[in-house]
């Protein structure tokens, strides 16, 4: 079993920026790759971007690209979401999650998720 916290959500006026944090305890070796979702009231979750243990460059959302980067630190099992000129649609709860194998976009190829932390964003 793999268990994800998240951490850094709350309240920000628009055009603003947060970061997210996401660590990962258990049985980390089954966290190849970590990625970012989110879900608002009412709607699907949304895939963000996608970072494997591998390296290489993210995976984004192109909602996403340019605003939102993700990063990884490998040696503290954590990932983090940097959010830049943040927008009222952006709230959301935020969501961990990670795959074993090789992850994807869509919430179903992941294994192991968060609780979420809530990100709000006002006008």
């Known amino acids: 079993q793999v268990q994800l916290a998240e951490s850094g959500g709350g309240l920000v006026q628009a055009g603003g920026s947060l970061r997210l944090s996401c660590v990962a305890s258990?049985?980390?070796?089954?966290?190849?790759?970590m990625a970012w979702f989110r879900q608002a009231p009412g709607k699907e979750r949304e895939f963000l971007a996608a970072?494997?243990?591998?390296?290489?460059?993210?995976r984004y959302a192109e909602s996403v690209k340019g605003r939102f980067t993700g990063t990884r630190d490998i040696a503290r099992n954590t990932v983090h979401l940097q959010m830049n000129s943040l927008k009222p649609e952006d709230t959301a709860v935020y969501y961990c999650a990670s795959d074993r194998a090789y992850g994807g976009t869509t919430p179903t190829s992941y294994d192991y998720w968060g609780q979420g932390t809530q990100v709000t964003v006002s006008s």
């Open positions: 970072i494997s243990r591998s390296g290489g460059s993210p």
């Open positions: 258990g049985r980390t070796y089954d966290s190849y790759v």
